[in-house]
């Protein structure tokens, strides 16, 4: 992706705005595929590090999407998931636990130092 697009859509993600953060973790779904292997894994470790953060039910549904995105994508690997095992339980929901199911082997590898 053209590195200004990209600074963009960093600018959207990092927004004060949850509103604008939401929007820019769903647009990762249009794009996955333009990304770098150094785009997508700073995008990765970007969202994994503002999901314990997400303020609400669709913003952390977003963020935990966008991740899934760059996982079917093959783009995960190199992503840092262990910034995951923060979001207090109590803020998972039902839209959330497949996605976190998923995550878990990767959360848990990445917090033991090794990546899986």
Known sequence: ??????????????????????EASNRVEDFVNLLSDTQA???????????????SRVALEALLHALSDLDGCGKLDEVNLSPLAEIPGSAIHVEH??????????????SNGTME
């Open 1 to 22: 992706m053209e590195s200004k697009y990209y600074l963009d859509f960093l600018r959207d993600l990092l927004s004060l705005d949850e509103a604008l953060r939401t």
């Open 41 to 55: 894994r700073v995008t990765g470790d970007l969202v994994a590090m503002l999901a314990p953060h997400a303020n």
């Open 97 to 110: 636990r497949d996605y976190m199911e998923e995550f878990v082997p990767r959360i848990m590898g990445a």
